[in-house]
């Protein structure tokens, strides 16, 4: 029985408070707009009736296939949180953008990306939550409200490097056209002046536009992944990082029952 008792607190530990459910919660936020989404949420989330192995199915599933931890990267031997624990970073912000679910072949997972930029003028020390708020309002101004931001993912490579506006963008897109596009509206959003010497693209040779060929994975055939392939894929998350705090996450946008986005506001 001891050992039924002890899974029991096990369990309810990682149900409960801001352990594993709440980061499944956190990871997917609002999905109730997003059958899709939301039913890979209560693929991972584990529940009061759960048994240790079904629980430990859970968790491999959303550690390995939704965030694929086993491609974070190693530095010089340690964890890259631990290499990053040593340098002193200004507050982050990241917009992520994924692949519409009724986009995305079947039995196959969803592409994304993101954008990310640095505030300069700020640090873990200065910020505040009312700046937070003034950067969820920017955001969702920009990229969220009226017509949601998106653009064509693809091969070609766009760089946009401004380390003075906190601008490093490595941008995947159909053409460099696309690519110029993409990096032109986040300097103009945060209200950066645009440099052409700073933007560049690079094209590989490599052909994207290819018949996926057929592999087979445990007896059954299946497509085979296809390199960069030309998708697009909309703003969907946004969120600000700021050093210091265990790599603390403050959401800057959240998505309503009805599928509308809202700047959130943050307070202590």
């Not at 340690?78 to 982050?92: A, I």
């Not at 490595?170 to 509206?185: F, M, N, P």
């Amino acid at each position: 029985m001891s050992g039924v008792r002890n899974w029991a607190l096990i369990r309810q530990g990682l149900i409960n408070g801001t352990s594993y459910n709440a980061e499944v919660n956190a990871h997917f936020g609002d999905t109730s707009a997003d059958s899709g989404r939301n039913a890979a949420k209560n693929i991972c989330l584990i529940t009061s009736q759960d048994s240790m192995q079904v629980a430990t199915q859970r968790q491999s599933f959303f550690y390995y296939q939704v965030l694929k931890i086993q491609n974070k990267p190693i530095i010089i031997g340690q964890p890259k949180t631990t290499y990053d624990s040593e340098v002193t970073y200004h507050p982050e912000i990241s917009i992520e953008f994924r692949q519409d679910f009724i986009a995305t072949p079947r039995g196959k997972q969803p592409k994304d990306a993101r954008i990310s930029w640095r505030l300069m003028g700020e640090t873990s020390q200065s910020l505040t939550f009312t700046k937070i708020n003034n950067a969820a309002t920017l955001v969702f101004q920009k990229f969220f409200q009226n017509n949601i931001f998106n653009f064509n993912k693809g091969k070609v490579i766009g760089w946009y490097n401004s380390p003075t506006d906190g601008l490093h963008l490595q941008l995947y897109c159909i053409d460099s056209t696309e690519a110029e596009r993409v990096a032109k509206y986040v300097v103009q959003a945060i209200d950066k002046t645009w440099n052409d010497n700073l933007f560049k693209t690079t094209t590989p040779k490599r052909n994207n536009l290819v018949t996926p060929e057929q592999i087979t994975i445990l007896g059954k055939q299946q497509d085979a992944p296809v390199w960069r392939p030309n998708i697009t894929v909309k703003a969907y998350k946004a969120y600000m990082t700021v050093w210091g705090t265990e790599n603390k996450v403050y959401e800057l946008v959240g998505r309503l029952k009805n599928g509308q986005f809202v700047a959130l506001t943050q307070h202590d």
